[in-house]
């Protein structure tokens, strides 16, 4: 561990994957974690793994009372990590609106309310960073990942307007835009894709499918990766306004800067079918 008492930084959907790897990963690198969930049993679960250096807290992150009800009481926090997210996937034809709906709660105005719920004691303080968990899907967006890959977009856009209007505060904000990573965050994407498969997509929608099964999470790095990301954001003197990992996600990153998109689209094509 190195110095200890490093501040305190509020994890939201801290119970699993990488909320949970950055939880621990930070906790070993001296911070105080207050863990955040909607479920009591992962996060003291994690709690008994790192005893008294990490706070377990329950609150939805789409539900502003009930972090209301919570946050103030948390005071200090120090840095945040808006990590709580869902992926809703499918075509954009066939994913019903309200599970775009349900898909921005969460991954867009779940990070607002948050931000808006831990803002005034950071700007009285003066200090104090926020990291958001974006993803590369934020940048290039695969078919049949629209709505994740939208909301994704969306948290970039809002990282950019809070960075600039809270660097006068002294509060830096940064964007981690992950990769795949080795989370059940897959599973839960496969069962997406099967509830929203629609016929008139048959074979290309498959296609897809069998490749992110195949070649997505499962043989993708374990999370820590990401929580070391959010260490350098939370800890860099300057901090980046985007950190990417793992390096294959930079690689990807880099091609969508530089190649036209229709070279894009082929790509895409050619790597989900290889
Ligand atoms: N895994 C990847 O390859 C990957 C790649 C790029 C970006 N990301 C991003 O990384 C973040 C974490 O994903 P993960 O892979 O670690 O998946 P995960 O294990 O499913 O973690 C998501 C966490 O968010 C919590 N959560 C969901 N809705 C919530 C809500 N309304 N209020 C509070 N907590 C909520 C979940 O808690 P509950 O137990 O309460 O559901 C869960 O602990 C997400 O933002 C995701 O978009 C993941």
Redesign the pocket.
């Known amino acids: 561990m190195r110095g200890a008492g490093r501040g305190r930084v509020l994890v ?8 949970r790897a950055c939880a621990l990963y930070l906790a070993e690198e001296g911070f105080h974690i207050l863990a ?4 009591a049993e ?1 996060l003291e679960k994690l709690a008994a793994e790192k005893p008294g250096q990490v706070t377990p807290v329950q ?4 539900d502003p009372e009930s972090i209301e009800a919570v946050v103030p009481g948390l005071s200090p926090i120090d840095h945040v990590v808006n ?5 809703v996937m499918g075509a954009i034809e066939a994913v019903p609106l309200d599970e775009w709906r349900r898909q921005f709660e ?2 867009v105005f ?1 990070v607002a309310n948050v931000c808006r719920a831990v803002l005034p004691q950071m700007r009285q303080r003066g200090a104090g960073r926020i990291v958001n ?5 934020g940048r290039l967006v695969p078919p049949f990942q629209g709505v994740y890959g939208s909301s ?1 977009h969306a948290l970039e856009g809002l990282t950019d307007a809070l960075r600039r209007e809270v660097a006068p505060f002294g509060i830096g904000v940064s964007l981690i835009r ?4 080795n ?4 599973d ?1 994407e496969q069962e997406q894709l099967k509830k929203h498969r629609m016929d008139a997509y048959g074979e290309h929608h498959d296609t897809y499918s069998k490749w992110h099964h195949e070649q997505g ?1 499962k043989v ?1 790095p374990e ?1 820590v990766v990401v929580a070391q990301a959010v260490e350098r954001a939370l800890t860099d003197a300057n901090p980046r306004t985007r950190y990417s990992c793992p390096p294959k996600a930079t690689r990807l990153i880099l091609l969508r800067a530089l190649l036209p998109a229709r070279i894009v689209d082929g790509m895409i094509e050619r790597t989900i079918r290889s």
């Open positions: 939201t959907g801290a119970g699993t994957g990488i909320g955040s969930g909607r479920r992962p609150f939805d992150v789409t990590n709580a997210g869902i992926a969460t991954n779940g968990i974006g993803s590369v899907t994704k992950s990769g795949f990573v989370t059940s965050f897959g839960q999470h993708a999370p």
